[in-house]
Nanobody, 118 residues
């Protein structure tokens, strides 16, 4: 089973940017579709962005489309989430996960906190 470790979270002012990273173990990383999810206090975990194994296809929830970019480097077993124009509503714990083609998650990382101040 793949192990996932997120990093890059922190405190940022509204309008700022952060880059999250998710490092994966294993030799078959390029075969995994990967997703980023987030969970805000008192809310359910939601899908944010996803990317196929080759990186040829990506998907985003409407609320982040145009502000967030998901990418991956299969040589480094790492998937990224570039977050620009951050809003207080983006405050959440962000998780990466392996997913199926419908973005249903299988294996989760431990999460990284993102806090956006107004």
């Amino acid at each position: 089973q793949v192990q996932l470790v997120e990093s890059g979270g922190g405190l940022v002012q509204a309008g700022g940017s952060l880059i999250l990273s998710c490092a994966a173990s294993g030799r078959t990383f390029s075969s995994y579709t990967m997703g980023w999810f987030r969970q805000a206090p008192g809310k359910e975990r939601e899908f944010v962005a996803g990317i196929t194994g080759t990186g040829s296809q990506t998907a985003y929830v409407t609320s982040v489309s145009g502000r967030f970019t998901v990418s991956r480097d299969n040589a480094k077993n790492t998937v990224y989430l570039q977050m620009n124009s951050l809003e207080p509503e983006d405050t959440a714990i962000y998780y990466c996960a392996t997913t199926d083609s419908a973005w249903t998650a299988f294996s989760w990382g431990q999460g990284t906190q993102v806090t956006v101040s107004s």
